[in-house]
């Protein structure tokens, strides 16, 4: 049967006339006192019970319970304290009078409910059918699974459930506890904040328990989510509760043994962290950084000398301190003649001993009757923290402000004075008013805190960061190093404060705990295969590719006009690679090329002061001297090959090569021809010198030149070459060249030059061995062939010449047919002229060789 059947169930019974009741045990509050109107409190004054056996023979008996709590005693007490004190105030409820009704639970999820069900029926010694006194609301309890049942029970009810202390994230959901409301944050901020903290000192590889109930395996799923989203892996997540058996403690101690990582976060209760306390000690493993919830953090409990040697350094979040004023006074007032037996087991827990009745009569040591609280120190008299206290008392008065809504209270001058006055002190007060108040609840409390609760119920999440330190007299201090508010941008919500942080084992140095060291700048994370993406290898980055963070997680390739330098860690820009004139390589070739002109021109003036000699005359000196002048520019116009390409460079260079050599094919083409038709010109009746005189070899000339002229400037018209940056034959370098523009323009040119070459070549080939003394086809036939075989492995090696080489390559090619050119045609005629001058005589150039 659901909860719903059973409550309407419950309904329909106790409206049914006439009335009826459950017959049980009585189960009446540890405290309680009557008033107007009652607020009911469930506590875990004991720390387990015994459960008697069902023999079902007659009614269950109630169980007894054992262990008393101080800490919950307190916090009991507080919510006493604070429903005295709005009763003893005239601006909230006057002449409403506050009651209560507080259950133990004994730290049981059954005695919760029970408590629950007692307190919506009202307390009587039986379970009554008839109408009763329901409570406005509940406060409880101070552990999560508990208050969970208790908001599942109520819930329906619409009867408010304030906790003071159960923290499990799982409670904000409304679809599952629509009453229920909390004054203490929800775990999922203390959650987030954990990992916000972990991943602010860099911690990228942490160990994790967690108590094994709602509080703690909620409050852990919760971490480890935040944890990922700040790229924190977790090494190992254990879940343990205090009544497990021992083997299950050591097999987790083995697994923080062997583990890495230096940090664990514990998000495990006090009782639960003693337990495993204990076996630490025992096993004496230190060392480790300790990140605890706000359940253990600032427990004095466990911050003993005891076990500071493994918990010292420790950090985590705390619920803020508060001040109560006059709870101090108010707990201690407390005396041995108390007729409440939760009082009188309160005094002989503080005191050791027995108050004297017929029953321990001559039983343990007897208490004095003189015992007083304020001599004492424990976690009941202690008011210096009140963390916990502080909730109880925000939980009364939010209470207490709802039913001052309700009843609608407001303040009204009478006379000089404003008085507060409540309009429906008679109406029928329902618990799902206060509940409907609660959610838009805002006040103050004397402290000046503001309460309120979101849609969730929750209220503003704030938390004091602590660090245990060690005083001066050896005791652990709980130092307040920063702080944390949920409401604020995330950049800004954990704040340090300027102490010094003391670490693990009193280190001043923030401790390392990561998987794998961090990736310098320069290389890149690559996640190891199987592991968490924490553990991973440090991969360089690829040439022109940079990281220039620490972890990357990738490389960034450079822009293509920049390049990685040797680190990887930045772009620069790249090498730029050109024939310059002033490296060796362009040095070189200028003097080569400077040389050539310069023998150029000391030939022509040779030549012209000899240029009415035999030899100079013998085959048409204007050739002769046209010819030196194209050879001079041949060699100059290598010099535009040198240096950064630019637009004027570009096409000047080839056209200016295309046309000077043309040029000077075509001088050394009349040449050839000339020495032809001279030989034809000596046979009998021959008249062909006519036909090919002076003006038509100038002729011949001017036409072969402009013919390459005309196609150099279609070339330039259509697509002239231009500077390029060429960042495609090396990655890391830019080539400065000139791009081509048309490559037909281009092959054009040498082509033309080629094809006259060829024919110069076949021409002179022929004439070799004609019958002269002096045959200068001979010489123009060997330059030729050099000619030819310089331009014809210039092709090949121009293809395959990488960036400045195939520059010097074309320079090379231009120096060597033009020094060709020139030794193989005019060396042989200065050697006569300035060695031998006795042959350059008209008899020695017209003297033949017999011809057989």
Request: net charge neutral; with cysteine.
């Amino acid at each position: 049967m659901s909860f719903l059947h059973t409550w309407l169930l419950f309904t329909l019974v106790r409206a049914a006339d006439p009335p009826c009741s459950l017959r049980g045990p009585p189960n009446p509050p540890q405290l309680s006192r009557d008033g107007d109107v009652m607020i009911g409190g469930i506590y875990s004054f004991h720390n387990s019970w015994d459960q008697a056996t069902h023999t079902f023979t007659s009614g269950p008996q109630q169980p007894k319970c054992k262990s008393l709590s101080l800490r919950e005693f307190q916090n009991a007490q507080t919510m006493v304290f604070a429903i005295e004190e709005i009763n003893n105030r005239t601006d909230i409820l006057p002449d409403v009078s506050l009651g209560y009704r507080i259950y133990d639970s004994c730290g049981s999820v059954e005695m919760a409910i029970r408590a629950s069900l007692s307190l919506t029926n009202g307390y009587r010694q039986s379970l009554s059918c008839s109408r009763t006194e329901t409570v406005q609301a509940i406060i409880a309890e101070t552990s999560s699974t508990p208050t969970i049942a208790i908001s599942a029970t109520v819930g329906p009810l619409h009867i408010p459930v304030i906790s003071h202390f159960a923290t499990c994230a799982c409670l904000s959901d409304r679809k599952k506890y629509p009453s229920f409301f909390r004054t203490i944050p929800s775990d999922y901020y203390q959650s987030r904040a954990l990992a916000k903290l972990v991943s602010h000192f860099g911690w990228t590889w942490v160990g994790a328990l967690c108590s094994d109930n709602d509080y703690g395996n909620n409050g852990m799923n919760t971490f480890i989510t935040a944890a990922k989203e700040e790229g924190v892996c977790i090494e190992f997540s254990e879940a343990f509760f205090r009544t497990d058996p021992r083997e299950n403690i050591l097999r987790i101690l083995e697994i923080i043994k062997s583990s890495s990582s230096k940090v664990i976060v514990a998000f495990v209760s006090y009782s639960d962290m003693e337990v495993l306390l204990k076996e630490m000690a025992l096993q004496n493993i230190t060392g480790l950084q300790w990140i605890g919830s706000e359940s253990w953090i600032s427990d004095m409990n466990i911050a003993t000398t005891e076990w500071q040697h493994i918990l010292r350094g420790s950090m985590g979040f705390a619920i803020p301190k508060a001040k109560i004023h006059g709870l101090g006074e108010f707990l201690t007032k407390l005396n041995s003649s108390s007729e409440v037996e939760l009082y009188k087991e309160l005094w002989e827990t503080i005191f050791d001993c027995k108050l004297a009745t017929e029953e321990n009569a001559g039983m343990k040591e007897i208490c004095k009757g003189n015992e007083n609280l304020n001599e004492v120190q424990n976690q009941y008299t202690d008011v210096s923290e009140l963390q916990i206290a502080n909730s109880v008392y925000k939980a009364v008065y939010a209470v207490a402000y709802a039913l001052d809504k309700t009843y609608n209270c407001s303040k009204r001058e009478s006379g000089q004075e404003s008085v507060t006055v409540c309009i429906n002190t008679t109406h029928n007060h329902q618990p799902w008013q206060v509940l409907s108040e609660l959610k838009k609840l805002h006040f103050s409390t004397t402290t000046n805190e503001e309460v309120y609760f979101d849609e969730n119920g929750d209220p503003a999440a704030k938390y004091d960061l602590l660090n245990w330190q060690q005083s001066k007299d050896g005791k652990i201090t709980f130092v307040k190093v920063g702080f944390y508010d949920a409401s604020l941008q995330a950049h800004l919500q954990i704040s340090f404060n300027n102490i010094s942080i003391i670490w693990a084992n009193n280190n001043r140095q923030v401790p390392v705990s990561v998987c794998t060291e961090s990736c310098p700048p320069g290389t890149r994370k690559a996640v190891q295969k199987g592991k968490p993406v924490c553990c991973y290898d440090c991969i360089p980055c690829a040439e022109g590719e940079t990281s220039n963070l620490t972890d990357s997680v990738t490389c960034v390739k450079c822009p293509s006009d920049l390049w990685s330098n040797d680190k990887k860690d930045k772009c620069i820009l790249k090498l730029v690679e050109f024939l310059a004139f002033s490296e060796i390589m362009g040095i070189t070739l200028v003097l080569f090329s400077l040389l050539g002109v310069c023998i150029t021109m000391t030939i022509a003036v040779v030549f012209f002061a000899h240029k009415d000699t035999p030899i100079v005359r013998a085959n048409n000196s204007e050739l002769s001297f046209l010819l030196l002048f194209s050879l001079t520019l041949c060699f100059l116009c290598s010099l535009t090959f040198i240096g950064q390409p630019s637009e004027w460079s570009c096409m000047l260079r080839h056209t200016a090569f295309g046309i000077t050599f043309v040029l000077c094919i075509s001088c050394v083409l009349g040449k050839t021809i000339v020495v032809l038709m001279a030989f034809r010109a000596t046979l009998p009746g021959s008249n062909v010198m006519k036909w090919f005189g002076p003006p038509q070899q100038r002729l011949s000339v001017l036409a072969f030149t402009l013919i390459q002229v005309l196609i150099c400037v279609l070339w330039l018209t259509i697509s002239p070459p231009f500077p390029y940056k060429n960042m495609n034959y090396y990655k890391e370098k830019i080539i400065l060249e000139c791009n081509l523009g048309s490559a037909i323009g281009f092959w054009a040119v040498l082509g033309y030059i080629g094809l006259l070459a060829v024919l110069c070549f076949i021409l002179a080939f022929l004439a070799r061995k004609l019958p002269d003394n002096f045959n200068e086809a001979k010489f123009i036939t060997f330059s030729m062939l050099i000619f030819c075989a310089v331009w014809i492995t210039f092709i090949p090696a121009y293809v395959s010449s990488p960036g400045k080489f195939t520059v010097a390559v074309e320079i090379f090619a231009i120096l060597a047919s033009s020094f060709g050119l020139l030794f193989c045609i005019f060396l042989p005629k200065c050697y006569i002229i300035i060695l031998k001058p006795e042959k350059n005589t008209k008899k020695q150039m017209m003297c033949k060789a017999s011809i057989k």
